[in-house]
Structures are given as C-alpha cells and as structure tokens.
C-alpha cells in the first residue's frame, strides 16, 4: 500500500514562515485604507496588501484580524494558491465584499512577498512585461461643455490621452461632479434625478466633442443609476461622442440586459467595478457583452482569482481597466499597475489623483507622467507602508463615508450610489 500523500502545511521550501499578519487604518486621501502586512521571521521580510472598503472597514479589519490572519500563522508565504483556498474555503459561506477585501489584503501582500523574496518586481511573477507603462485616463467635471472642454484640454497639455468627464446636472446629485469635496455636494444636494440626467448630459458630451481636439479619448461613467430602458434610450443619444468607453450603464444586478446592449450600440461598453466574484464576469465575457473589464483587486479577492480572470479576458478578447480611484490605496494602485503591464488584455488604468500626505504614507507610489503609469522597478509592488506617517491620518468615524446611503431619487426614494 502506498504512503498516503502528505498535506498543508508542508515542510517548507523556503525556510520563510509567516509570523504576524497586521492591519493598519489611516486616511491621508480622506476616505478609509485598510493595509494590510503580513510578516515573516526573515529580517526585514514582510508583504504588504490593500483591504480597502470604504463603507465596510472595521468589518473587514475584523475578517483579517479575528479570523484570517490566524490561520496562516507559520505557514510558508511561498504557497500562495493553497493559503487563498485555506481562507476562501474557510467561511462555509464564501464570497461578499467584506470577505473578498479581506481575502485581497492577505493575498496581495503573499505576492508582494514573494517578489520580494525573489528580488524581482510583481510583474515579473506574472509572466514580466508586455509594455513598459500603462496609459492612464484622469477625471474632469464640469457644469457646462466649456468648463469640461477646457479640464480635458488641461488634462491634454499633462500628456493625458483619455479623460473621463462627468456633467452636472441641474437640480440632482450627479456622481462624479461637484468639486473638490465629494461630501459637501452630497450634504447639498442628495437628489437624483435619471430623467433630467438623460435629457441633459448627452447634449453637453455632443458639444465637448465638438469643442476638443481630435485624437482624445472621453469616457464617461453612468455609474449604474439608469434602469435598462433608460440605458437603452442613452446609448443612441451618445453616438455622436465618440466615447472610449461607457462605464456602469447599468448595475450588477442588471447585468444580464448587457447583451441587449451591445447589440442595439457600437458604443464601447465597460462594466464590473462592484463585482465581487471574478465569476460575475464570465456571462458576460462569453456573450462579448462589453468590451472593458472594471476589475477591483480588494473587492474580487486579491490577484489569485484575478489574475486567472485576467487570463479569460485576453482569451475572450475583452480588454482590463482596473479600478484605480482614491479610495483604493497605493498599494492597489501598484497592484493593478502589475496587471496592466504584464497582460495583453490591458485596455486602459483609471488613474486618482493622490494628496501629498498618500504619497508620505506610501512610499515609491506610481504618479501619473505624461498621461501613463510606470512600474518600480523595485522588488514586490515597489510601494512601502509608513507607519508612523499613517498614524499622523486617522481614518473617519464609521458611517462618515456611508454618504451613499442619503441618495435619494426624485420620488424620494433610495436610490443606488
Ligand atoms: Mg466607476
């Protein structure tokens, strides 16, 4: 009879073992990170993760620091496949944002760590580069086509090839618009009105087309607040823009009408930025639904389950646009920015503008030049943690980022974000 085969833990290739996994809150950016860092017993060996949820932190810290963390105490870091389904297998009932985040922020900082151990940048790891950056697209707003005109020109003379522009509407909370402090319009003005959205904004796109040189790239972000037939009356009335991408025309619970969609607009559709299962993707790239993947590392589980998502998306011919606003933390930033170099799948990295106290806190953080992101060149993500600078940013009382939830539509009634 044969020996029966050994299981985890098995002895140790590496001679490395996991000693501590820790969570750090802090709010440079405003809005809540959640870091994680999981510790070894090599001098000076640690990796580093981003578990960021804004609207769900001290739960996800909890996942991490309660349950998580636990369970890979003196495990080898090096295994990183068998620690992700030891914890994603460990909730008898898996899956959900808060499980996804805090999966993300153990999973990642296994692969910074093991760049790091390798003396070689995460893309390396991930098959090494295809393309030496990744074209970045900013973020402009504006009330009228000649203040946004005018942002994407601006945008135009830092190297930006494609900008996301969003419009105020008059009389609603529009997302995406409304100055520097995203809470003050919110406290003004937490109305939302789908009809006046559609009879107004697609005239606005038509003329900051008509106002901006050739050659730019607009996208625009309907951020899932239009039901499937007013996504259906939109698509015709921005034909004329010209648009890179449209992105959340619908929300994930009515995903299933993408095909519809797509086949009634040759408008480019992008989609999956609250997608917490990298299998909500699959319908959608098998019907060549939509033509951009949204892909959150933190909320899908960390770059075990994306990179293999990743992989479909090129198989499918559906290019990544990773989800890259502030509320992601540096460390996910270099995360993403590790997929887009390393995948023929990349399309195009949304890019944060990030406050001089994030880059104190992280770091080696990739700032956009010229319109594109680079990679460190340092090992791992290339992107460091200091803790005694995030301590100077404590995060936000709970509930001061559940701003969401005052949105109201013009019946008064909830309205999603
Ligand atoms: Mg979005």
């Not at 769900?56 to 309660?66: G, W």
């Not at 040759?266 to 997608?275: D, K, W």
């Not at 639904?289 to 198989?315: M, N, W, Y």
């Not at 109201?408 to 009634?413: L, V």
Request: with cysteine; proline share 9%; aromatic share 6%.
């Amino acid at each position: 009879m044969s020996a029966p085969l050994a299981v985890a833990p098995w002895p140790s290739t590496s001679g490395t073992k996991i000693t501590a996994v820790r969570t750090f809150l802090t709010a440079p950016q405003g809005s809540p990170y959640l870091i994680v860092r999981v510790e070894t017993d090599q001098p000076g060996l640690y990796g580093l993760g981003c578990a960021s949820d804004p609207q769900r932190t001290l739960a996800v810290k909890s996942v991490v620091d309660d349950y998580l963390g636990p369970m890979v105490l003196g495990r080898d870091p090096g295994d990183i496949e068998d620690l992700h389904r030891l914890l994603l297998n460990s909730g008898y009932w898996r899956g959900g944002s808060i499980a996804g985040n805090a999966l993300a922020g153990v999973d990642v900082a296994l692969w910074d760590l093991k760049a790091k151990a390798a003396g070689v940048p995460l893309y390396s790891l991930l098959g090494g580069r295809v393309r030496e950056a990744a074209d970045a697209y900013t973020h402009v707003d504006g009330a009228s086509a000649s203040e946004i005109a005018e942002g994407v020109e601006a945008a135009a003379e830092k190297g930006f090839r494609h900008v996301r522009v969003q419009v105020s509407v008059p009389g609603t909370d529009t997302y995406g618009t409304g100055g520097t402090d995203p809470e003050l319009a919110h406290a003004r003005n937490a109305r939302w009105d789908s009809l006046a959205y559609l009879h107004h904004v697609p005239g606005v796109l038509r003329e900051v087309r008509s106002k901006i040189p050739a050659g730019l790239e607009l996208l625009h972000d309907a951020h899932e607040r239009l039901t499937p037939a007013q996504a259906l009356r939109l698509l015709p009335m921005l034909a004329e823009v010209d648009l890179f991408f449209l992105e959340d025309v619908l929300a994930p619970e009515d995903a299933d009408y993408f095909p519809q969609l797509r086949n009634s607009s040759s408008i480019p559709l992008a989609m999956g930025e609250l997608f917490h299962d990298v299998k909500q993707f699959l319908p959608l790239l098998r019907d060549r639904a939509i033509d951009f993947a949204r892909i959150r590392i933190p909320t899908l589980g960390g770059l075990t389950p994306v990179r293999k998502l990743v992989a479909a998306c090129e198989l499918a011919g559906v290019l990544i646009a990773p989800h890259g606003p502030g509320d992601v933390s540096p460390l996910g930033h270099a995360a993403n920015l590790a997929l887009d170099v390393s995948s023929p799948a990349f399309g195009v990295q949304e890019a944060a503008t990030l406050r001089e106290g994030t880059l104190e806190v992280f770091p080696g953080t990739p700032v956009p030049e010229r319109g594109a992101l680079r990679p460190s060149a340092a090992p791992g993500l290339g992107v460091d943690f200091d803790e005694a600078a995030a301590a100077k940013y404590p995060p936000p009382e709970p509930g001061v980022h559940d701003r969401w939830a005052l949105l109201r539509a013009a019946d008064g009634s909830a309205q999603r974000p």
